[in-house]
């Protein structure tokens, strides 16, 4: 009897471990957005349903185009153009002339992120609008990712991180000797490693926080 009560007690403890692990586990999400470039114009089929398309202006040539999760967008030489599925219309950040050549576009499942050479633009699903961060000028871009929740721009004299459902980009001054020797990203958490600490930007609190290494 004492056996089988033994046995009865694993199956419990290996559901709970089971259980418990499925709630840590990485969401999975589904790409609700496709996206082509047909005939002039720009076409995204929303959930497999509803089709929306604009017209490229005269002599706008698309860069980059990407769909992931609830987003789709296009990078022309002339506009940064995003589609979500909350909002079934494009909405559009018109470029100034000639800043689309240095360029970075990058796509998350919620994020949209655009960095120039003198602004980096973050499109969010959650508030369906472009939040912008002017750049120091003269910096050089060192990194920019975006991941699920989360996107950060680093040059060469700042960091920046941006979280959804946020309202502004949050700034972190680098130091003048300090030399940027890693950055790692993750869905809701981007962590820099210089020669001097561990610079974390975390979405819950949207702030940045700093580990000195000596």
Known sequence: MLKYQNYFMILICISILASV??????????????????????????????????????NEKVLWSSARGDLGAFLTNRRFLVITTSVASWQILPLNLDESEKSLALLSPYIALLVTGDRAVAFDAASDRFIEARLPIRDELFAAKAEKYVAVVITS????????KTTAFVEFPLRGRESIEAVKTTSSKSTIRTSDRLLTFEVRRATWYEHRLH
């Open 21 to 58: 692990t499925c709630a840590y586990a990485e969401e999975e999400i589904e790409d609700l957005i496709d996206i082509a470039e047909s005939k002039n114009k720009l076409i995204a089929i929303i959930e497999g349903r509803n089709t929306t398309a604009i017209h490229l202006k005269k």
């Open 157 to 164: 004299s700042r960091a920046f991180g941006f979280a959804t």
